[in-house]
Each structure stands twice: as C-alpha cells, then as structure tokens.
C-alpha cells in the first residue's frame, strides 16, 4: 500500500471478521511507517472511518495523527478526539495492537494534564483500562496511568474501583511498582490505611533487579502509614523480600547518614520518636526535619502521624479506666484543653475505634467493651465472605504453583543452581524436562 486512501480503502474492507482483522492488522503493521510520514494530512480521514466498526484502523491512523508536536490551542480537540475512540472502540480489536492503544492513552494524559484539567481524562482511561484487560486479573500500563490522573483530579473513590480487583499478571515491573505506589496514595487520600500500607508494602519488597526511586519514595511512606495504622514501625524485612531490597533499604535503615539516596534519616528518626509515646518528642522531630518533610511532600502524612499518637494514647486510657474526665485525658494525652480531647474522643468513636459515652453535664467519659456479639445475619455473611475469598485465593496459588513447577526457564534455573544445595531442598522434577 503506497498511499493512505489504499489504506483507508483496506481498513473499510477488513474490519468484518477476526479472520479479516488479523489480515488488517498485518497491513497496518506495514503502512505503519507510511501513515507517519503523512501524519499531517491523516485528520480528515478518520471521518470516514467508524471507530466503533473499524477500531484498529482507526487507532493505526489516529496514533499516527497525534504522534507530532501538538499546541496547546489544539490540546482540548485532540482530548475530545481521542476520548470519544477510547468510548466506542471495539475491545477485541485495539488489543490486537495493545502497544499503540497505550501510546494513545498516553496522549491522553499529557494533554489534560497540559490543559491543567486531569478530570477530563479519568472516566476515558478507566474505560480503557478495561477494554484493553482480557481479564479483571491483568494489570495493564494503563492501570498507573489511571491512578495518576485519579491523584492528580483528587479523584479518589474512582481511583479505588480498580484498586479492588486482585491482581495476578503482571507483564512490566515498572507498571506493578508504579500501580502500588500510586494505589496506596490514592488509599492515603481516603483514609484506608490498611490496604495503603498493604500497597506500599508490595513495592518495598518486590522482586527488583536494582534499588529504584519508585521504591525509594515508597519506603518513606510506608514508614509513615506504619506508625499510623500500626502504631509503630519495624525496620526488619520478611523472608521473601527481594534481596536486592533488603541489602539496601535494610542499609539505609541502618547507615542512614551514609545511604547514597540519602533522606531516610527524619522518617527512622520520627519512628523512633514515636516509639517513645510522648507527643513533646515527636513535635521535635518533625520541627527538626520539616524542611525534608515539605521536600518530599509528606509533610500532611506527617501530621496525620501526629493525630495518630494522640487515638493511641487515648486507646491505651480505655485499657486502664472504666471512666475519666475530659480534663484528665487532656492532661494525660497532652492535648489543648478539655474540649480538643472531647472532639477526638467523639472522632474516635464515630470511627469505631473506641467504644465510650460521653457526659456532657460533668465532662466524665464511660468506656465500655466492644458491643459487637459476632453472632449477626451480616457478620456471619462477611466471615462467609472472607472465607470463600481465601478459598479462591488457596486454588490460584496451587495453580500458579503448579504451573511454574513445569516452567523451563524455572527448572532451568533450578538445575543450575542445584549443585550448591542438597539434591533435598527441591522437589523432583518433571521427567520430560531435560536439565
């Protein structure tokens, strides 16, 4: 084909059956660098073109389209154009050529964030994350895309609709790192820090061929949402972190001072701090090691380490007193006055981590024993839940298990490396394996 009317007459004729389009798309494959030559005069073409009949000609074009320099000016028509694709593009046919479809909505992210208006661009990635997924299970490049904009947008609801679906594929590390670091802001912004914590944890201790800055940054939150959700932060890693992850985080947890990333200190040292109980030292370290905070933009998470000290400290008051004033779980916690310790008692129990009764006329507040009997129609259907879960969860890991047992590369390695342990440690191989 040595023109783009031949190729548009090629995509009109061969968007019909999958037999059809496999045709096409090594046709496309071909024009490919033919269409950016005329990438200038590709615009009025695509209106003859249905993107909802002929999806992958009509990405071939519409990547080629938008592959030069694009004005701002232009910006806000090319964000309508390729949104309205992602929108009626047929699924089946843009994943035969995932690599362009990502290139495109890779535009798309560019563009809104040139136009300094993220939110056009959230509910057309989302839908693109899930056209180019052929399995809720696949984590797709668009999956961090979509996050970013989530973040950038303060879109955080929507950005925890995919951020539930279990992940089991992974094609690009790079995507996996970016997903849980972004995912686990996302959980930050609404407050779920168990899963933030969960999330960061992933990209702290995957498998990683070098020491990133993905990572790095991780760590520093995940430091933060520690002391949070958990009260307090340990800098010991488990078993199956990557070694490349332990040697230097592990190091950078002890040789702070030295660590060639260097800016771990504030956060071990805020750690330490809070490890101690008392709000006078952490308030030092973070007046000490603000400026750092600020730099990494984590000083709000920061803050939140502050509030957090002060429901422990009111937490461990309902393990000692069946009744205490409002004056003396000021006093005790060290906070304002009576009526700042009244505002996070009722937060706390609204948020249901604690269980108390306030009187208002003589300030005192009754804590009391969590009402919960495990015995209800919806607590029984959550533990059916939670179990069901762990059971699909259970027959997923036997059969990746299984799976990799017979995986070449896998016994290949195996095989290598077996001289340098007992014949004891592995499992017998399958015979039709040669290693």
Known sequence: MDTVEAVVTQIQGLSGGSSDVSLLHSLLKQADDLLHTESTRLAPFLDQ???????????????????TPILKEQANQLVVSIASFINNCAAEQIRLAPDKFVILCKRLRDQVILLEAPMRGVAPMLTAVRKLQSSSELLTALHPEFLLLCLLAKCYKTGLRILEDDIFEVDQPRDFFLYCYYGGMICIGQKRFRKALELLHNVVTAPMSTANAIAVEAYKKYVLVSLIHNGQFSATFPKYTSSVAQRNLKN???LFMRSP????LPYLDLASSYSSGKI?????????NREKFEADKNLGLVKQVVSSMYKRNIQRLTQTYLTLSLQDIASTVQL????????????MIQDGEIFATINQ?????SFQEDPEQYKTCEMIEHVDSSIQRIMALSKKVTAMDELLSCDPLYLAKAGRERQRFDLDDYDTV???FNI
């Not at 073109?49 to 592959?67: F, K, N, Q, V, W």
């Not at 006078?280 to 000490?288: G, L, N, R």
């Not at 006329?361 to 507040?365: A, W």
Request: charged share 20%; aromatic share 10%.
């Open 49 to 67: 073109l249905d993107p909802s009949i002929h999806s992958l000609g009509y990405l071939y074009i519409l990547e080629a389209c938008t592959s």
């Open 252 to 254: 950078f947890s002890q």
């Open 261 to 264: 990333f260097g800016g771990f």
């Open 280 to 288: 006078s030292e952490v308030e030092k370290s973070i007046q000490t």
């Open 336 to 347: 304002n006055g009576p009526k700042e310790a009244e505002m996070h008692v009722l937060q």
């Open 361 to 365: 006329k003589d300030g005192m507040v």
């Open 430 to 432: 399958p015979q039709k």
